[in-house]
Every structure is written in structure tokens, then in C-alpha cells.
């Protein structure tokens, strides 16, 4: 059985009532290819206005972890097979402001960021991170402003040194630059950073880490920098480095990827990991949700060996409608049991054909197999989205499987109206 988890997040366009944030519950095994309303589902958990809506979202141990950081709160909500249940708070407010305004897992380590935590009195929202699980840590931004977490990943074990390695941005620091710092789940040793190339780039607004792409040499990490200088020198285009184990060591990018259209692309804004062939590679998918004046879209770069500098995209997905933001978050998962991806991509901007603002989408494409295949935004398996302004739609979202029946399971968050009475 799949079940599909939406957050539904409720937003008053008027500004009178605050928002709240709810989790509504889809069986995802009874979805045929069409369009679904987001906030239309068998299981709804409320959220309170106090709660606020920015919630970020990851899959551990059978169990959706929320990241709410109105309340600097991190919860746990599971699924039995039958409901869903829970809302545990199993991290909170030990760091801070802005607790749980990043989340990532993987297998049993959880790591959180708490960018607005201060790091003494002469380091105003340093951020810190914060790692729980079998393994425990802590690690404190040193930078006043850096904002160390506002995004974080667990990345696996990078160097084979049998410890995890889990990774988090501060994308304030140097200039805007931006850094990332990779270091042990744990807590031991020396933090290995890496940095953006100049100032404003925000490198570290992506991170994708821990799976083979472009060598035999191992587990790699990708960094976005959506305003980075692009393929053509000047555009801040946005751009995307590629480390692998002898770049990590010398924090030098083993190559970057950047766009190419000569537009500001915001290529790099999110990044994702999916299984897409059947080539024992990886397959990359870069977000670039300000390509084509806003439309967006989304790139798909084959993993292997021929992946390095000057590669272009294998495939392209364009995005649809003014300003959309296509590609503004991505992800992959098996939803149908196949044993390859799919691809879901949000563009949180779109408009209704009906002249409704900011209603959004969720388009999920099906897997390719062996073959190379075209993808578009009309030939999406399954899309989500309604006629309801401000929805944003497909704004954050996850995807994983949280019965273990080898199918995919997707939250996603979708901000409405204020509930009467709230």
C-alpha cells in the first residue's frame, strides 16, 4: 500500500489571520494518471496558527519528521499502514531560533539546522546544526549573520571511514558567497569547507551528497550556487559544483556545471538524486526555476563517466506559465514498485488558467528505464494542483517510502485560507 502525505499549509491572502499548516494523508496506491487537488484526502492532522507554515519535511524510519521553526520544534508523525498519527517532538528549541528550519535523514541519522540561533554576544544568528540518532553532535556557526543550517543534508559515509558525514550551508558568509561544511555525524575531527567562488553566489543553497554520479570512485556531493556566473562568464546564471573523494580533500570542485542559456536561470536552486535508468548510475536533476523569464525548468544530467565539465543537459523539462518557478524543488522516488524513479518537480508560481495567482503544481514524470525518452510538463504522469490562490504547490515537498512496500510515499506542502475560528 502507498500512501501519499500532503501538508496543506493554510495562508489568509488578506493578511488578517496568521497561517497554520495542516497534514492531509493520500493512498497513494488508488492515484491513476490525472490531475489531484492537493488538499483533497483520506487523513488530515491539523496544525495550530502558532505553528506558522514555513515546515520543513524528511522521511526516517518509517515516520515524516517536521521541522517547524515558528515553534523551534522538530516532530515526528507516524504511519501504522492504516492512519497516520503521532506529532512527538523528538528535537526542540535546544538551539534556538529558527529550530527545524532544515531538516534531512538517512537511515538513522537526522540532522536539523537552526539558522537564526545565536552563537554568542558578537555572533547574531551564527546558526547551528544539530545531528540526532545512533550518533549525536553539535556544530556551532562562527560567523555573525552566516546563518550555519539553513540547509543541511545527511549525506552517508563519504570516505569509507565507517563514520557518517553529514553536511549544512551558511550561505551569508563570505559575502554571500556562501560555505558549506561537511563533518562526522558524530562530532569527531575536522570539519572539511567548502566555499563559493565570489561573492553573492550563494553556494550551498543545494546539497545533494552520498551517491555515485560521474566515477567509480565513490559517493560524491553537488553543490548548487543559483547565482553563480554561468557557462557564458557574465550571466549569473547559476551553477553547480562536483566534488568527489579527491576534491572533498582539497575543497576544490572537481567540476561545475552552469547555465547556459545566457538568461539569470536560477540554475542550481535545488538539486536531486534519482535512479532513472538502469545504468547503476545516478542521474542528476538541476532546478533552475528562473529560466525562461520565470517559467523555469528543470535539467536532467545522465550519471557516469562522460559526466564532467561542459556536459549538457540529457533531457529537459520545461516548466509552463509566467513566472511558475518550475524547478523550484525537486525530488525522486519509486512511486509505482518498479525499482526506478520518478521524478516530481514543484513550481510553486503557477497561475490557474482561470486567472487565480500563485495556486502552483506538483508534476510527477515516470522513470525512463533504458531509454532516453522526452519529457514535458503536458506529459506528466500525475500533476497536483487547484484553483485556489496562494496554494504554492509543489513550494517544499518529500518523497520517500515510509511503509517499507517498496513504493514512494510524498508530502508536500500546500498553503491555504486560515480555518474560521483560528
Same mark, same amino acid.
Given at each position: 500500500?502507498?500512501?501519499?502525505?500532503?501538508?496543506?499549509?493554510?495562508?489568509?491572502?488578506?493578511?488578517?489571520?496568521?497561517?497554520?499548516?495542516?497534514?492531509?494523508?493520500?493512498d497513494g496506491a488508488t492515484l491513476a494518471e490525472g490531475v489531484y487537488d492537493p488538499r483533497d484526502g483520506?487523513?488530515?492532522?491539523?496544525?495550530?496558527?502558532?505553528?506558522?507554515?514555513?515546515?520543513?519535511?524528511?522521511?526516517?524510519?518509517?515516520?515524516?519528521?517536521?521541522?517547524?521553526?515558528?515553534?523551534?520544534?522538530?516532530?515526528?508523525?507516524?504511519?501504522?499502514?492504516?492512519?497516520?498519527?503521532?506529532?512527538?517532538?523528538?528535537?526542540?528549541?535546544?538551539?534556538?531560533?529558527?529550530?527545524?528550519?532544515?531538516?534531512?535523514? #538517512?537511515?538513522?541519522?537526522?540532522?536539523?539546522?537552526?539558522?537564526?540561533?545565536?552563537?554568542?554576544?558578537?555572533?547574531?544568528?551564527?546558526?547551528?546544526?544539530?545531528?540526532?540518532?545512533?550518533?549525536?553532535? @553539535?556544530?556551532?556557526?562562527?560567523?555573525?549573520?552566516?546563518?550555519?543550517?539553513?540547509?543541511?543534508?545527511?549525506?552517508?559515509?563519504?570516505?569509507?571511514?565507517?563514520?557518517?558525514?553529514?553536511?549544512?550551508?551558511?550561505?551569508?558568509?563570505?559575502?554571500?558567497?556562501?560555505?558549506?561544511?561537511?563533518?562526522?555525524?558524530?562530532?569527531?575531527?575536522?570539519?572539511?569547507?567548502?566555499?563559493?567562488? +565570489?561573492?553573492?553566489?550563494?553556494?550551498?543553497?543545494?546539497?545533494?551528497?552520498?551517491?555515485? #554520479?560521474?566515477?567509480?570512485?565513490?559517493?560524491?556531493?553537488?553543490?548548487?550556487?543559483?547565482?553563480?556566473?554561468?557557462?557564458?562568464?557574465?550571466?549569473?546564471?547559476?551553477?553547480?559544483?562536483?566534488?568527489?573523494?579527491?576534491?572533498?580533500?582539497?575543497?576544490?570542485?572537481?567540476?561545475?556545471?552552469?547555465?547556459?542559456?545566457?538568461?539569470?536561470?536560477?540554475?542550481?536552486?535545488?538539486?536531486?538524486?534519482?535512479?532513472?535508468? @538502469?545504468?547503476?548510475? +545516478?542521474?542528476?536533476?538541476?532546478?533552475?526555476?528562473?529560466?525562461?523569464?520565470?517559467?523555469?525548468a528543470a535539467y536532467v544530467y545522465f550519471g557516469g563517466e562522460g559526466l564532467g565539465a561542459g556536459s549538457?543537459?540529457?533531457?529537459?523539462?520545461?516548466?509552463?506559465?509566467?513566472?511558475?518557478?518550475?524547478?523550484?524543488?525537486?525530488?525522486?522516488?519509486?512511486?509505482?514498485?518498479?525499482?526506478?524513479?520518478?521524478?516530481?518537480?514543484?513550481?510553486?508560481?503557477?497561475?490557474?488558467?482561470?486567472?487565480?495567482?500563485?495556486?502552483?503544481?506538483?508534476?510527477?514524470? +515516470?522513470?525512463?528505464?533504458?531509454?532516453?525518452?522526452?519529457?514535458?510538463?503536458?506529459?506528466?504522469?500525475?500533476?497536483? @494542483?487547484?484553483? +485556489?490562490?496562494?496554494?504554492?504547490?509543489?513550494?517544499?515537498?518529500?518523497?520517500?517510502?515510509?511503509?517499507?512496500?517498496?513504493?514512494?510515499?510524498?508530502?508536500?506542502?500546500?498553503?491555504?485560507?486560515?480555518?474560521?475560528?483560528?
Amino acid at each position: 500500500m502507498t500512501l501519499l502525505l500532503v501538508l496543506a499549509c493554510q495562508d489568509d491572502s488578506s493578511g488578517g489571520t496568521f497561517p497554520a499548516a495542516d497534514l492531509v494523508a493520500f493512498d497513494g496506491a488508488t492515484l491513476a494518471e490525472g490531475v489531484y487537488d492537493p488538499r483533497d484526502g483520506e487523513f488530515v492532522i491539523e496544525g495550530a496558527t502558532a505553528a506558522g507554515h514555513d515546515w520543513a519535511l524528511a522521511f526516517a524510519d518509517g515516520s515524516v519528521l517536521v521541522g517547524v521553526p515558528e515553534a523551534s520544534e522538530l516532530r515526528r508523525y507516524r504511519f501504522d499502514g492504516t492512519d497516520v498519527a503521532g506529532g512527538d517532538v523528538v528535537g526542540s528549541a535546544s538551539l534556538s531560533t529558527g529550530y527545524g528550519a532544515a531538516v534531512s535523514a #538517512r537511515g538513522a541519522t537526522v540532522v536539523v539546522g537552526a539558522p537564526g540561533t545565536d552563537g554568542g554576544p558578537d555572533g547574531a544568528q551564527a546558526g547551528a546544526v544539530e545531528v540526532l540518532g545512533d550518533l549525536t553532535a @553539535t556544530y556551532a556557526g562562527g560567523t555573525a549573520q552566516g546563518r550555519l543550517g539553513g540547509v543541511v543534508a545527511a549525506c552517508g559515509d563519504l570516505d569509507g571511514d565507517g563514520v557518517e558525514e553529514v553536511a549544512a550551508a551558511a550561505l551569508w558568509e563570505a559575502d554571500l558567497a556562501g560555505r558549506v561544511y561537511l563533518g562526522a555525524a558524530d562530532g569527531s575531527g575536522a570539519l572539511t569547507v567548502l566555499e563559493g567562488a +565570489r561573492a553573492n553566489e550563494r553556494f550551498g543553497a543545494a546539497i545533494d551528497c552520498g551517491y555515485d #554520479r560521474f566515477s567509480d570512485a565513490g559517493s560524491d556531493v553537488f553543490v548548487g550556487a543559483p547565482f553563480a556566473v554561468g557557462a557564458d562568464g557574465k550571466t549569473l546564471g547559476g551553477a553547480v559544483a562536483a566534488f568527489d573523494a579527491a576534491a572533498l580533500a582539497t575543497g576544490t570542485p572537481s567540476f561545475r556545471l552552469g547555465s547556459s542559456t545566457g538568461e539569470v536561470d536560477g540554475f542550481g536552486s535545488a538539486l536531486a538524486s534519482c535512479r532513472l535508468r @538502469t545504468s547503476g548510475y +545516478r542521474d542528476l536533476i538541476v532546478g533552475a526555476p528562473q529560466a525562461n523569464g520565470g517559467s523555469g525548468a528543470a535539467y536532467v544530467y545522465f550519471g557516469g563517466e562522460g559526466l564532467g565539465a561542459g556536459s549538457l543537459p540529457s533531457l529537459t523539462l520545461p516548466g509552463e506559465g509566467t513566472d511558475a518557478r518550475f524547478g523550484a524543488h525537486l525530488a525522486c522516488g519509486d512511486l509505482d514498485g518498479d525499482g526506478l524513479d520518478e521524478v516530481f518537480v514543484g513550481a510553486p508560481g503557477l497561475d490557474s488558467d482561470a486567472g487565480s495567482h500563485d495556486v502552483g503544481a506538483v508534476y510527477v514524470y +515516470r522513470a525512463l528505464g533504458s531509454s532516453a525518452g522526452t519529457f514535458t510538463t503536458t506529459a506528466a504522469h500525475h500533476v497536483f @494542483t487547484a484553483d +485556489r490562490a496562494f496554494l504554492r504547490t509543489g513550494e517544499s515537498f518529500a518523497v520517500g517510502d515510509l511503509d517499507a512496500d517498496g513504493k514512494a510515499e510524498v508530502v508536500l506542502l500546500v498553503r491555504q485560507r486560515a480555518r474560521s475560528g483560528e
